[in-house]
T-cell receptor, first 118, second 115 residues
């Protein structure tokens, strides 16, 4: 089974620009979560989508947004980029099934998109 | 909000010894706790999950304990090998009604196993 894929892997942007990152979850996974990882803050939760609906949201400004499509693929958008947005952006998918407590929220991470804002 | 602390940023041990990593949390009792491994330049990889009503979980050389009274989880790697060198993250989630809540991650402990 193919893993989580993220595109692009690397991105360089300048302040004020916007960016869209893409994530394709594992087939059959309906939940997609996005995280920002920086050396100073660690792994910070951005939001989670389940069946095209945002189910959870972290403490990030409105410049960070996302969506999920009917095939569970997800995109994340950051508008008006700031220098502090430079980070590794990770996408994770999961079955998110309550029936099987052992596996229901195990997160499968993609390789990430390394965003550099100049 | 949930606060998670992992005992130290870095842990260095000799090959063959047992590595013990600590994860402490405050504010809420999690529904369950997970441990992940992350290698440089890669996304985290799931290792183990332990539920709030479980005391201990094992998988090969890995063992996780969960003490909800102390609000602490311990992650052990026995007979450690240089290939175990990586950053280990703990993550927890609490129930939010009937839906799944978000995952809170610790900042990780970088483990180095030297020969």
């Amino acid at each position: 089974k193919a893993g989580v894929t993220q595109t692009p892997r690397y991105l360089i942007k300048t302040r004020g620009q916007q960016v869209t990152l893409s994530c394709s979850p594992i087939s059959g996974h309906r939940s997609v979560s996005w995280y920002q990882q920086t050396p100073g803050q660690g792994l910070q939760f951005l939001f989670e989508y389940f069946s095209e609906t945002q189910r959870n949201k972290g403490n990030f400004p409105g410049r960070f947004s996302g969506r999920q499509f009917s095939n569970s693929r997800s995109e994340m958008n950051v508008s008006t980029l700031e220098l502090g947005d430079s980070a590794l952006y990770l996408c994770a998918s999961s079955l998110a099934s309550i029936r099987d407590m052992e596996r229901y929220n195990e997160q499968f991470f993609g390789p990430g998109t390394r965003l550099t804002v100049l | 909000s949930q606060k998670i602390e992992q005992n130290s940023e870095a842990l260095n041990i000799q090959e063959g010894k047992t590595a013990t990593l600590t994860c402490n949390y405050t504010n809420y009792s999690p529904a369950y706790l997970q441990w992940y491994r992350q290698d440089p330049g890669r996304g985290p990889v799931f290792l183990l999950l332990i539920r709030e009503n479980e005391k201990e979980k094992r998988k090969e050389r890995l063992k996780v304990t969960f003490d909800t009274t102390l609000k602490q989880s311990l992650f052990h790697i026995t007979a450690s090998q240089p290939a175990d060198s990586a950053t280990y993250l703990c993550a927890l989630e609490r129930y939010r009604g009937s839906t799944l809540g978000r995952l809170y991650f610790g900042r990780g402990t970088q483990l180095t196993v030297w020969p």
